[in-house]
């Protein structure tokens, strides 16, 4: 077996390496500046200044970079700022600056002071008179300035020329002068294009700037420039710019090779489908994958921590770790090996099988990456900790890497492979040629120690074990009939976002997955939310699974200690159960498919959801019908929430779709409210425990009023809240929870009316209003499985088997489900995998296996 170091084919081009390297690097920048000169960059160098015309392409390109978001372009030229605006023709978009920075708007000339006038007068009469009938000798007369041109003028009068000039006006005072390649300019204002430069860096906000150019005067815009930066000196010369390329032809290829470097970093053009991702797991971690092998997603030690890899969100350089054929090639297929964790992906002679190992070190990631077959492969290791946040080296070391940098220590132990360690100027990656030669090459990452050591535990046994983990928890569930495979790749999956080690549920795996491409609706799910993860608990017990529902009320319980009463809790935790921090921005990472901002936390979690009480107390019902008993703790809990909507039920809140505008008297949160108190009587008369003689009263009192106040005549449908005249898809629980029988005209008009107002297609929508957020979203699959089991209560079976299909088809080639789809670009949308989308699945199939 030969193992050998990879370096890829650079393809012979008009921009050096380092060239397309550094503006590779600055496209990725949160807000960019392109700036560059005109004479001699912009447009040829020619005799006649008034015939020079720009590169068609390089106009092409400016206004292509202009018409990005966060991105900015400007010209900085020495001509007079109406002369480059007829003359370069340049749209709108293109910010012009003339006079060396001078004049950023055409009534320039208007802030003059009466003596800048009058000296402006002044030179433009004696050094008129200067060049007055010499050949090859020309004046231009600007707003704030005159410039003598001698470019075509023989070498003696050119320089007699000047030296006059020097030697004279020069001196006068208020007089500031910038001398060019054969020209010289007095201007009566300060003023240089690296001073311009910075006032429009301020102005836009740029975090880089890329400035081009090819005279003596553009050093001064060089001269500025630093950090992130990139300078390019257009020809030859001394030049304080750190990359030259030849000429003007050039100057558009660099360009628009920005152009497209831009493009795909804002645009996110390589993105893969979400539905396509695939989750890695071992209960305490999470990982995505997409079907070419790529981890795309990983975070640690904890899945709501800092990412490792968010290429996701961020592409390249925000970090992965890739395995691929040599010959490239698209895989033959991904999947998941039955009943398990553990991901296949495989191509002509070539499989890579991953999975994250079982430990029970606390703060420790393992992901073990096999690589068989006979076909050459290609490993591409690039970490970026904190979200590309934290620069780190990589380091050869017998049998690995180490990466040096991080808080934690991070190894890569790969035995006999010799790695390529390259860099793009802030941070490394790693690259190698794997030849499996019909073997296996082993990739081991471990996150959290410095041990690059052989395993005591054979990688056989490893894989075995963590396949066993999961096949054997899948065993002992009572699946229904009903999409069978897939019900069990759902419980596999709200088993793996189950937090082992604390009992803690993600709502999902990921932050910032669009709720719409492009668009602002992007928010942190990698939280334990009380009502998300009741429901998930629920559904497993449901499917005979108690375990994930005893670890979460153990966790609810130790939150519990943190507050005052059930009625503080905030709406969700982190898996520790500590609360969040303040929701903030990444803005270096552009967002998946250009979708912006990237957030990190979450504000709902200063919300009031008055909801939550409902599903933990219908969790503890469930969990004690199927295992006998009701342990006393649990009983104290619903106690305690029983008491806190005696309290507070009837406040407004921000209800379940957590909108950001004024609390309304949700009726969904209403609803919820009702539950707790009849499923505490429930428990109470079952299990033999004391009810609180109100809770009957204050239940009866509730129900008649969302009867009264909930429903609208007009609409002959159940709103979303008090007065309101819009429709939830959440309001269907005036059914699905009891509160009124399934035969009541009022249910089945709400049932009728949401399925005009919100369903389309395939999927069904939460509402259509004002929700104080730009944009929309796509359709909930949790609010289709709502709206199945409703049509089964109004005995509309068919329509319900027709719309779970559909729910069953929109899931992807593994089997996961994001929270949303939208119908008419028939593509997922949100975060992934969803719980709320993989229990609603579940409740759909329990219900139609009847």
């Known amino acids: 077996m030969i193992i050998a170091a990879y370096r890829p084919c650079v393809a012979t081009d008009a921009l050096t390496v380092a060239v397309r390297r550094a503006l590779a690097g600055v496209a990725r920048t949160p807000r960019l500046l392109v700036a560059c000169d005109y004479d001699g960059t912009l447009a040829p160098i020619v005799a006649d200044p008034q015939r020079a015309t720009p590169v068609p392409e390089s106009v092409t390109a400016l206004r292509s970079l202009a018409g990005l978001p966060a991105t900015t372009t400007a010209v900085i030229s020495g001509r007079a700022l109406r002369d480059l605006a007829v003359l370069s023709r340049l749209p709108a978009e293109v910010h012009l600056i003339g006079s060396h920075g001078s004049e950023f708007d055409i009534g320039f000339v208007h802030d003059l002071t009466p003596t800048q006038k009058e000296l402006h007068e002044k030179l433009r009469i004696e050094l008129g008179a200067l060049v007055d009938g010499r050949p090859g000798v020309g004046l231009e007369v600007k707003p704030a300035s005159v410039a003598v041109h001698v470019r075509q003028a023989s070498a003696e009068i050119a320089q007699e020329i000047l030296d006059a000039v020097l030697e004279g006006p020069q001196l006068w005072p208020g007089v500031t002068t910038t001398e060019g390649k054969r020209m010289v300019e007095l201007s009566v204002v300060r003023g240089d294009k690296g001073a311009a430069l910075d006032a429009l860096r301020h102005q836009v906000g740029a975090t880089a700037a890329v400035f081009l150019g090819d005279d003596i005067t553009d050093e001064r815009a060089f001269a500025r420039l630093s950090g992130p930066d990139i300078g390019i000196k257009v020809g030859d010369g001394r030049t304080a710019a750190a990359y030259r390329i030849p ?140 979200f590309g946040q934290v620069r780190v080296r990589l380091e050869r070391v017998p049998d690995g890497l180490r990466v040096l940098g991080t808080s934690d220590p991070w190894v890569l132990r790969a035995p006999g492979v010799s790695w390529e360690i390259t860099t793009d100027g802030t941070f490394p990656t790693a690259r190698a040629l794997l030849e499996p030669a019909g073997g296996e090459i082993l990739l081991e990452l471990r996150c959290g120690t410095d041990d690059l050591g052989p395993s005591p535990i054979a990688e056989p046994e490893r894989r075995r074990r963590a396949s066993a983990w999961w096949s054997e928890w899948l065993a002992t569930l009572q699946l229904p009939r009903v999409q069978r495979e897939l019900v069990a790749r759902s419980a596999l999956t709200l088993r793996a976002l189950c937090h082992s080690e604390t009992g803690a549920i993600l709502a999902a795996a990921t932050t910032s997955l669009p709720e719409e491409i492009g668009g602002v609706r992007n928010w942190d799910y990698r939280f334990c939310w009380l009502r998300d993860a009741a429901m998930t608990a ?25 507050v005052s009463g059930p009625e503080r809790l905030h709406p969700l935790y982190t898996v520790r159960g500590t609360t969040l921090g303040p929701e903030a921005v990444i803005d270096t990472l552009p967002g998946y498919a250009g979708s912006r901002p990237v957030r990190i936390s979450n504000a709902a979690n200063q919300q009031v959801q008055l909801d939550v009480f409902g599903p933990v107390v219908e969790l503890v019902v469930d969990l004690a019908q199927r295992r006998g008993e009701l342990t006393e703790p649990d009983w104290r809990m619903v106690q305690a929430m029983a008491t806190a909507v005696r309290r507070r039920w009837h406040e407004p809140d921000n209800g379940i779709w957590e909108e950001r505008g004024r609390p309304r008297h949700q009726i969904y949160s209403k609803i919820m409210c009702w539950v707790t108190l009849t499923r505490a009587l429930q428990l109470a008369t079952r299990y033999g425990r004391p009810a609180d003689p109100a809770w009957a009263r204050l239940r009866d009192q509730i129900a ?46 709400t049932v009728t009316a949401i399925e005009a107002e919100l369903r389309s297609g395939s999927t069904v929508y939460r509402y259509n209003r004002d929700d104080a957020l730009p944009g929309r979203e796509g359709g909930f699959h949790l609010c289709a499985a709502w709206l199945v089991e409703a049509y089964l209560r109004c005995g509309r079976r068919t329509e319900a088997e027709e719309l779970f299909q559909q729910m069953v088809d929109a899931a992807g080639p593994t089997g996961l489900l994001p929270e949303e789809y939208d119908p008419i670009a028939e593509r997922s949308l949100g975060n992934h995998p969803q719980a709320y989308s993989h229990l609603g699945l579940i409740r759909c199939a329990i219900l139609l296996d009847t």
């Open 247 to 386: 000429d003007t032809t050039v100057v558009a290829i660099a360009l628009a090779f920005l152009v497209e470097e831009r493009k795909r970093w804002l645009f996110g053009e390589d993105a893969v489908p979400i539905e396509r991702l695939s989750m890695l797991s071992n209960g305490q971690s999470v990982a995505l994958l997409t079907p070419d092998a790529r981890v795309t997603w990983m975070c640690h030690p904890e899945p709501d921590s800092a990412a490792v890899f968010a290429d996701l969100l961020g592409g390249p350089s925000a970090g992965y770790f890739s395995i691929r054929p040599q010959r490239d090639g698209l895989p033959l297929g991904q999947r998941y090996v039955p009943g398990t964790m553990t991901i296949e992906t495989r191509w002509p002679e070539l499989l890579v099988t991953d999975y994250l190992v079982h430990l029970d070190e606390v703060n420790r990631t393992d992901l073990i990456r096999a690589v068989s077959g006979r076909s050459r492969a290609v490993v591409e290791f690039a970490p970026r900790p904190e």
């Open 538 to 562: 629920r559904t497993l017990v449901a499917l005979g699974s108690t375990g994930e529902a005893e670890a979460f009320l153990r966790w609810l319980h130790g939150v519990l200690k943190t």
């Open 704 to 749: 008649a009023e969302v009867l009264e106040r909930g429903w609208s005549s007009e609409l002959s449908s159940f709103t979303t809240a008090y007065g309101g005249t819009d429709l939830d898809a959440a309001t269907l629980h005036i059914g699905l929870s009891g509160l009124l029988p399934p035969h009541d005209e009022r249910f089945q008009a």
